[in-house]
């Protein structure tokens, strides 16, 4: 905007003598006051995989999206607790910017770890009359219906949206131990080796007489699943691992595992991955020593997506073939856990490097043992 009735210093949208910025906005008839309240460990800021780069906020009453459209454009959306019976939750969404007023049902799992899964049913639009008590149990019944959750009646296979806490609290992963692996999938999509440093081979005054790729989730720090696809295998005289040079590739930390539709998940979290943080693991294992897994595009599992998936058509990029590699000295015990309930915690006591003489229990170590099985 110009200072006078002249348009001649204008040059651009951003460049004169004012500039002014609108924004949406929430008008007063779309603020819809709550009367109901959401699981108090919801609150929170959360990732979703459901739109490219979402910021999705929970507090008591809210539940707030932010989809980035591009760069100057942003959709938000909110959603105002109104009702709710088990696990559904009648919400109003308001869109900033538009004035239309929905009622949207959502239908969540209880919350374990970092994962919160949850649907949504179809929008059912209301009027500004509608939004008084007189009418919710009304709209409950309209909008919150078991068949409004299911968009199309012959599309019978469909998952759980996941809501990730960002950045999440590192969990101990569900499997354990130390692997040789074999990938599968496209080459720019498998695991390389990474030089942090100068040099190019850290180990260049060792003589490796193997490498292997190594896949490892040990007892110093069960939380992280350790990748390097080229690790010297080599030991010195005494059994030992001369490879004390060798860093890991990737570190993926553990965020959530469950168990849905006979197939085990996995989500893993990596700052230094350059597709996406978050990673969705589909894994199974398939004797004592043999795990398959499969790593999604993203942090979302695809439909059709199965521990032996490697292709983009079934949302997978990576297949990967584990074949348990514990040597003498690497104090890695095995660890498997299928999600089948990912809300038990299981107190769980490794013994590494046992001595050969059994020393007896007093009777205070006896209680303490007991009491904390009843933790």
């Known amino acids: 905007m110009s200072m006078w009735a002249q348009c001649s210093n204008l040059k651009s949208p951003y460049d004169g003598d004012i500039r002014l910025i609108m924004l949406p906005a929430l008008g007063p008839a779309q603020i819809v006051p709550p009367t109901c309240n959401f699981p108090r460990n919801f609150t929170g800021t959360w990732f979703t995989v459901g739109e490219f780069d979402m910021k999705v906020i929970i507090n008591?009453?809210?539940?707030?999206?932010?989809?980035?459209?591009?760069?100057y454009t942003y959709k938000e959306t909110y959603y105002?607790?109104?009702?709710?019976v088990d696990s559904r939750y009648l919400t109003t969404a308001v869109v900033v910017g538009r004035c239309e007023v929905d009622f949207i049902c959502f239908d969540f799992m209880p919350r374990h770890d970092n994962i919160v899964r949850w649907r949504m049913g179809r929008p059912y639009r209301v009027t500004t009359d509608q939004y008084q008590s007189d009418y919710l149990w009304q709209n409950f019944y309209q909008a919150c219906t078991w068949s409004s959750f299911t968009f199309d009646r012959n599309k019978a296979a469909w998952k759980y949206n996941i809501f990730i806490l960002d950045p999440p609290a590192p969990i101990i992963c569900p499997i354990g131990g130390r692997y040789s692996f074999i990938q599968i999938g496209d080459?720019?999509?498998?695991?390389?080796?990474?030089?942090r440093g100068i040099t190019e081979r850290p180990?260049?005054?060792?003589?490796?007489h193997e490498y292997v790729s190594e896949f490892k989730s040990c007892d110093d720090n069960p939380k992280k699943l350790y990748v390097d696809a080229e690790y010297c295998n080599s030991v010195d005289h005494n059994a030992k691992p001369i490879s004390e040079?060798?860093?890991?590739?990737?570190?993926?930390?553990?965020?959530?595992y469950w168990l849905e539709d006979m197939k085990s998940y996995m989500i893993t979290y990596d700052e230094e991955d350059p597709i996406a943080k978050f990673r969705c693991w589909v894994y199974e294992r398939l004797?004592?020593?043999?795990?398959?897994?499969s790593r999604a595009t993203r942090g979302a599992c695809g439909v059709n997506q199965t521990a032996y998936s490697y292709l983009p058509s079934e949302g997978a990029s990576l297949h990967l073939i584990l074949k348990e590699d514990e040597r003498l000295w690497d104090q890695c015990p095995q660890r498997f856990t299928t999600g089948a309930n990912p809300y038990q915690k299981v107190l769980t006591i490794s013994v590494i490097s046992a001595s050969s003489y059994l020393w007896p229990l007093s009777l205070s170590s006896t209680l303490a043992i007991a009491a904390l099985s009843l933790l």
């Open 60 to 71: 008591a009453t809210h539940i707030y999206f932010k989809a980035k459209i591009d760069q």
């Open 80 to 84: 105002v607790c109104q009702q709710t």
């Open 187 to 195: 080459q720019w999509e498998k695991y390389y080796t990474r030089i």
């Open 203 to 208: 180990r260049h005054k060792i003589d490796c």
């Open 245 to 256: 040079y060798d860093q890991p590739d990737r570190e993926h930390t553990c965020a959530g």
């Open 287 to 293: 004797d004592w020593r043999d795990i398959v897994m």
